[in-house]
T-cell receptor, first 111, second 112 residues
């Protein structure tokens, strides 16, 4: 079946640092979504990408839909304490409308 | 008020018991989903429904059943709970023609 590899699994960063995480797929996707999950809550959509090469920002967050349609990355600039949480990528192909989810990247800010 | 609600938020039960988790939404969305989340595994789809008369199995449907009682309600049942069904369960909804899914707050289920 379709697989999504999300990396890194976790990140320890200093407040103010930039963060980068990515997802790669074994197959082509037509949609990439990035979600964030805070402790005790459900995932919340951050950015949706629908075209290969598309670069989209949401405040300090920027995400890109890879040209090959098999990857996507999410950058967070100048991290702040409220950025902690788990970030998930999810992809969807036209052949299978179900979302395929990455395992998540846990962001931890060093005190 | 939350758009997607789940009850209960926490449940501890014993092996062999029947459990029902409920999901309600006020978003008016046609599509509803049940996911399971385990540490390090992300979200895995259990069942999904595109409308009241449509129910589909997801990646890990064994041991689970669902009922779409109305457009706004989608319940998940564990007929005979087992310990490896201990997990965080999420309900989600989406509009028919978009991919964006909106999640409930989750139900933490522990099976002893």
């Amino acid at each position: 079946g379709q697989q999504l590899n999300q990396s890194p699994q976790s990140m320890f960063i200093q407040e103010g640092e930039d963060v980068s995480m990515n997802c790669t797929s074994s197959s082509i996707f037509n949609t990439w979504l990035w979600y964030k999950q805070d402790p005790g809550e459900g995932p919340v959509l951050l950015i949706a990408l629908y075209k290969a090469g598309e670069l989209t920002s949401n405040g300090r967050l920027t995400a890109q839909f890879g040209i090959t349609r098999k990857d996507s990355f999410l950058n967070i600039s100048a991290s702040i304490p409220s950025d902690v949480g788990i970030y998930f990528c999810a992809g969807q192909s036209n052949s299978n409308y179900q979302l395929i989810w990455g395992a998540g990247t846990k962001l931890i800010i060093k005190p | 008020d939350a758009d997607v609600t789940q009850t209960p938020r926490n449940r501890i039960t014993k092996t062999g018991k029947r459990i029902m988790l409920e999901c309600s939404q006020t978003k008016g969305h046609d599509r509803m989903y049940w996911y399971r989340q385990d540490p390090g595994l992300g979200l895995r789809l259990i069942y999904y429904s595109f409308d009241v008369k449509d129910i589909n199995k997801g990646e890990i449907s064994d041991g689970y059943s669902v009922s779409r009682q109305a457009q706004a309600k989608f319940s998940l049942s564990l007929e005979s709970a087992i310990p490896n069904q201990t997990a965080l369960y999420f309900c989600a909804t989406s509009v028919a023609d978009t991919d964006t899914q909106y999640f409930g707050p989750g139900t933490r289920l522990t099976v002893l």
